[in-house]
């Protein structure tokens, strides 16, 4: 069974600090890698992807990819207490045709001020 | 907001009623997913459309789970005989073409009493 494996945390960093998140997957032909940040109560909302190997920056966000390794890892800069939600790594099996998304139990991450 | 609406928000049944929801994709695009999420957990995969074709459906959908998206537009989920086992968030997505990006639409919290 293809699995995503997540810390469900809770992950507490102070206001300003780097919040690490990470992620490892178990499908070895898994190709695309997304991180969706979740509010509680709200639905989940793309904040990135990544599809080959090594860092993905935007903003105060940076994805790194190890194929390898079979992990998918998500860095928070200057972390704000705005960033307190659910980090849920999703993986997708886009090398066959019915495409879907498999994703992690997620890691509470709370920022305090 | 992404564009992908569900209707209701929210849903209390008792045990043994039938309930439907409702999804509207974004407009162009033609692949329209079922999700399932129940706290503490990501969400689960339950079925997948393209266009008005279902071409994958979860193990997780029992028999009393049927949904449809007749001319490849909206879509429905319908539950028969509700258990308080399928008490749950149902989160619908969409995405176009080769666009890996998955949008959640705001979620179905169905609650079983």
């Known amino acids: 069974q293809k699995e995503v494996e997540q810390n469900s945390g809770p992950l507490s960093v102070p206001e300003g600090a780097i919040a690490s998140l990470n992620c490892t997957y178990s499908d070895r032909v898994s190709q695309s890698f997304f991180w969706y940040r979740q509010y509680s109560g709200k639905s989940p909302e793309l904040i990135m992807s990544i599809y080959s190997n090594g860092d993905k920056e935007d903003g105060r966000f940076t994805a790194q990819l190890n194929k390898a390794s079979q992990y998918v890892s998500l860095l928070i800069r200057d972390s704000q207490p705005s960033d307190s939600a659910t980090y849920l790594c999703?993986?997708?099996?886009?090398?066959?045709?019915?495409?879907?998304?498999?994703f992690g139990k997620g890691t509470l991450l709370t920022v305090n001020p | 907001d992404t564009g992908v609406s569900q209707d209701p928000r929210h849903k209390i049944t008792k045990r043994g009623q039938n309930v439907t929801f409702r999804c509207d994709p974004i407009?162009?695009?033609?692949?329209l997913y079922w999700y399932r999420q129940t706290l503490g957990q990501g969400p689960e995969f339950l079925t997948y459309?393209?266009?008005?074709?279902?071409?994958?459906k979860s193990r997780l959908l029992s028999d009393r789970f049927s949904a449809e998206r007749p001319k490849g537009s909206f879509s429905t989920l319908e539950i028969q005989r509700t258990e308080q086992g399928d008490s749950a968030m149902y989160l619908c997505?969409?995405?176009?073409?080769?666009?890996?990006?998955?949008?959640f639409g705001s979620g179905t919290q169905l609650s079983v009493l």
């Open positions: 997505a969409s995405r176009q073409g080769a666009n890996e990006k998955l949008f």
């Open positions: 459309f393209q266009n008005e074709a279902q071409l994958e």
């Open positions: 999703a993986v997708s099996n886009s090398g066959g045709s019915n495409y879907k998304l498999t």
């Open positions: 407009s162009e695009h033609n692949r």
